[in-house]
């Protein structure tokens, strides 16, 4: 067996992406992948034993990262506002520095794949939510709600920013480019939202 080659499998993994987000999982073959690398099907196979091997490996591996971006700096201890604050700054961060790792989170989310790479970081993520909702509300903080109903509330917000920003454009078909001063005006109206 060939010994493992880093750049080929760094290559492998920015181009798997790289088409993914582009063309979507329907036109995605490992044949077209090895021919844009530049490498044989049997030296991809080196790395991976078939495709769903290959997005599901390398699925896991950049979502974890991810997942240790959005922590960062997280206390499920600390005050609500707090709280919610790191988790919009560390998102915030993480998907304007990795917009294509963004665009192929989304993807995934609504893939047949789903369930094999989130499901480790929702267990892990979830429980960590669900101790910081629990503390705020016995703080008196926030009223107790579905995590389902605090998520939406939370969170929608700022994806729908972010992917204008990808897009480029606010409804309507004006420019738009999101700054630090919407993401945190919008934030307090998240606060205003879900706070008692």
């Given at each position: 067996m060939r010994p493992?080659?880093?750049?080929?499998?760094?290559?492998?993994?920015?181009?798997?992406?790289?088409?993914?987000?582009?063309?979507?999982?329907?036109?995605?073959?490992?044949?077209?992948?090895a021919k844009a690398c530049g490498i044989s099907m049997a030296t991809l196979y080196i790395y991976y034993k078939d495709k769903d091997d290959l997005i599901i490996q390398i699925a896991s591996e950049e979502v974890a990262k991810m997942r240790q971006a959005v922590i960062k700096g997280f206390d499920p201890e600390a005050s609500f506002e707090q709280g919610l604050h790191v988790q919009w700054k560390n998102r915030f961060e993480y998907q304007i520095a990795n917009p294509v790792l963004s665009l192929f989170f989304e993807l995934l989310r609504s893939s047949s794949y789903q369930d094999k790479i989130y499901s480790g970081f929702r267990d892990d993520f979830d429980h960590m939510?669900?101790?910081?909702?629990?503390?705020?509300?016995?703080?008196?903080?926030?009223?107790?709600?579905?995590?389902?109903?605090?998520?939406?509330?939370?969170?929608?917000?700022?994806?729908?920013l972010i992917r204008a920003h990808y897009e480029g454009q606010r409804p309507g078909g004006s420019t738009f480019i999101l700054t630090e001063e919407l993401v945190w005006q919008t934030f307090k109206l998240v606060l205003k939202a879900l706070k008692v």
């Amino acid at each position: 067996m060939r010994p493992r080659n880093k750049e080929k499998e760094l290559l492998v993994k920015e181009l798997t992406i790289e088409m993914l987000v582009t063309h979507g999982f329907e036109s995605f073959s490992a044949n077209k992948l090895a021919k844009a690398c530049g490498i044989s099907m049997a030296t991809l196979y080196i790395y991976y034993k078939d495709k769903d091997d290959l997005i599901i490996q390398i699925a896991s591996e950049e979502v974890a990262k991810m997942r240790q971006a959005v922590i960062k700096g997280f206390d499920p201890e600390a005050s609500f506002e707090q709280g919610l604050h790191v988790q919009w700054k560390n998102r915030f961060e993480y998907q304007i520095a990795n917009p294509v790792l963004s665009l192929f989170f989304e993807l995934l989310r609504s893939s047949s794949y789903q369930d094999k790479i989130y499901s480790g970081f929702r267990d892990d993520f979830d429980h960590m939510i669900r101790r910081f909702m629990k503390n705020s509300i016995d703080r008196g903080e926030i009223i107790a709600m579905p995590i389902e109903v605090y998520w939406s509330v939370a969170f929608s917000p700022l994806q729908s920013l972010i992917r204008a920003h990808y897009e480029g454009q606010r409804p309507g078909g004006s420019t738009f480019i999101l700054t630090e001063e919407l993401v945190w005006q919008t934030f307090k109206l998240v606060l205003k939202a879900l706070k008692v």
